[in-house]
């Protein structure tokens, strides 16, 4: 098993630009979640899901758009990327209510 | 909202000493959860708690849920260079999947 997989590891961009962080699971969990992690702020909740189809914000949702249409699969996109969303981010995955996340490794976004 | 506050912020120890990091929640959890993230990696679950007063052990690290489900804590006994790292709790917001993470504590360990 791969566990919880994100392309790409590095990115950067310019101001304006659009992208799409890819994250894939092969553990068929149902609950995925994006967070973005900024120095001394810890984890911040962006979008998460509890299922196909099923997608809600959270804490920092803005210039962030999500969508699951399958199991495996959550990409985040970024719509019109703007300095303050240089970050690391982090995509999880959990099997159910109860159960703890298992992280991918990371993608590492500067936009300048 | 919500919040979930972690105290201390950094903690620099010699190895051997012990450690312990206290989370704070405003409103009472239904369940805690803890991670921990190495330098430079990604953050890995360790334990999950659920029930009032719960204690929970891990070889050196001791977890525990308050009686009031608002707090909790993490304890290690004779830190070792191998536990260097961020610590956070985290807890769910509105709904059990909605996962908030408070800010961490960063354990660092004199050899």
């Known amino acids: 098993n791969a566990g919880v997989t994100q392309t790409p590891k590095f990115q950067v961009l310019k101001t304006g630009q659009s992208m799409t962080l890819q994250c894939a699971q092969d553990m068929n969990h149902e609950y995925m979640s994006w967070y973005r992690q900024d120095p001394g702020m810890g984890l911040r909740l962006i979008h998460y899901s509890v299922g196909a189809g099923i997608t809600d914000q959270g804490e920092v949702p803005n210039g962030y758009n999500v969508s699951r249409s399958t199991t495996e699969d959550f990409p985040l996109r970024l719509l019109s990327a703007a300095p303050s969303q240089t970050s690391v981010y982090f995509c999880a995955s959990s099997w159910r209510d109860g159960y703890g996340y298992t992280f991918g490794s990371g993608t590492r976004l500067t936009v300048v | 909202g919500q919040q979930v506050m972690q105290i201390p912020q950094y903690q620099h120890v010699q190895e051997g000493e012990d450690f312990t990091t206290y989370c704070n929640s405003s409103t009472t959890l239904s369940n805690i959860q803890w991670y921990k993230q190495r330098p430079g990696g990604h953050p890995v679950f360790l334990i999950q708690?659920?029930?009032?007063?719960e204690v929970k052990k891990q070889k050196r690290l001791t977890f525990q849920f308050g009686e009031a489900k608002k707090n909790s804590s993490l304890h290690i006994t004779a830190t070792q260079t191998t536990d260097v790292g961020t610590y956070f709790c985290a807890g769910p917001r509105d709904s059990s999947y909605k996962l908030i993470f408070g800010s961490g504590t960063r354990l660092l360990v004199r050899p």
């Open positions: 708690l659920v029930k009032s007063g």
